[in-house]
């Protein structure tokens, strides 16, 4: 899939290119719309702790160019593609030399939330990290039944939270199943960020939970200056214009690089119409 030209075509509906070069034209068009970024390299589950130290190189680089060109954007980032399969502690290093170079540079290093074998580790290696450097923060999953007692952690703790609702297949033993209680969970814990939490991002495409965010905000008069709607590359992009116009703070996840398969999958397995879209697109070409 990842060399075919067609493919290629269709995924670069959610992926901003091949480079790190057509990545950082990305952000500065996104950044001329009044929207912030994160930059995502894509690549997850890497084999080696060489293709895990290449993984956090160009994060490096990333960073340097964003400062350099005053883009206003951060970095996300995955564990399996820092080395955690292969050795925590190499993983554990490779991350902390970013959140370090981050520091320096006033920016900031957010830790994906992959599949629920990674949940512990992933909130604990953020946690460490946090309490030596401070630029790092992570995603909470809102189909997760543990969501609620590690929001209310990381927000003891003053940790940045992003959100979400969840993107991997888990099962009902550690995961709500049905749409109406992830909704409902979603709801539960961004007024929990909202009231409590440090600088919350609020990530969803889901104009019910952005609408219950913004009433609970204005209910509780808290300033549309201290949290941030998130959304991904490419979807929904009338609403991602109306919430800049209304004054709300935007970032968008941004992916690029060429291992895209794993991420255009999620993408599509999100929504029926996705696959229609690459069924029409298929027959036509
Ligand atoms: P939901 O899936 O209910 O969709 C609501 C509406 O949004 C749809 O009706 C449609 O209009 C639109 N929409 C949603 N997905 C779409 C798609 N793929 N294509 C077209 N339209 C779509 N997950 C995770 O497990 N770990 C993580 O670290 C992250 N990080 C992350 C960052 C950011 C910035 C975002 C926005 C999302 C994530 N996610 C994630 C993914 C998240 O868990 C979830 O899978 C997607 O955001 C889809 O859920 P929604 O909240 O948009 O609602």
Known sequence: METSALAR??????????????????????????ISLTLDHLGENVTSLAEAEASRDVYLRLLGEMADQKIDGNVSIKLTQFGIDISEDACGRNVEQLVRRAKELNSFVRVDMES????????????????QHSAVGTVIQAYL??????????????IRVRLCK???????????????E??????????????AGTYPAIATHDEKMIDETKSFARSRQIA???????????????????????????????????AWYPYFMRRLAERPANLAFLARNFFRA
């Open 224 to 258: 549309p200056e201290t949290f941030e709607f998130q959304m991904l590359y490419g979807i929904r992009r009338d609403l991602q214009r109306r919430l800049v116009a209304e004054g709300y703070r935007l970032r968008l996840y941004v992916p690029f690089g060429k």
């Open 116 to 131: 629920s074998e990674y949940t512990e580790r992933t909130l604990q290696l953020v946690t460490l990290l946090h309490s």
């Open 166 to 180: 969840g993107a991997y297949l888990e099962p009902a033993e550690v995961a709500y199943q049905a749409k109406a």
């Open 182 to 195: 992830v909704d409902r969970n979603f709801v539960h814990l961004m007024k929990i960020l909202l009231a």
């Open 145 to 158: 039944h543990r969501s609620e007692k590690d929001v209310e952690t990381l927000c003891r703790r003053g």
């Open 9 to 34: 075509r269709l995924a670069a509906r959610f992926v901003a290119g091949d480079s790190l070069a057509d990545a950082l034209e990305a952000g500065r068009r996104i950044n001329r719309e009044r």
